[in-house]
């Protein structure tokens, strides 16, 4: 099993939701962040003073997949959150040791 973890523009979540859906993610656990890469932030005007915002808002991912499905999810995460920007994203996979259902007991990838 695998842990993808994508941060990705807020505008995109919808999207790449029902593309994760369509692909066979059963379940995923999303999160408003704040952060930034590249992108470093940009200056606003409030009530005539400048000031940096650094932290910038976007949408944390995560899903718990079967290794096999990995590339499935990968790929339908960056068909659909791409712009083609700076601010677009990363996505993090990790190797996750175990998993457990709560109600059922359940572990390792019959817990997906």
Do not use: C, N
């Amino acid at each position: 099993m695998k842990k993808i973890e994508a941060i990705i523009r807020h505008f995109k979540l919808e999207e790449v939701k029902d593309a994760l859906t369509a692909a066979g993610v059963s379940g995923m656990t999303v999160s408003e962040v704040r952060g930034f890469g590249r992108q470093k932030g940009h200056k606003e005007q409030y009530r005539g003073a400048e000031y940096t915002v650094d932290f910038l808002p976007k949408v944390k991912m995560e899903l718990v997949v079967k290794d096999e499905d990995v590339q499935t999810a990968i790929d339908a995460i960056l068909k659909t959150a791409r712009t083609g920007q700076i601010g677009d994203g990363k996505i993090f996979i990790s190797d996750l040791g175990e998993a457990i259902r709560i109600r059922t007991g359940e572990t390792g990838s019959e817990s997906l």
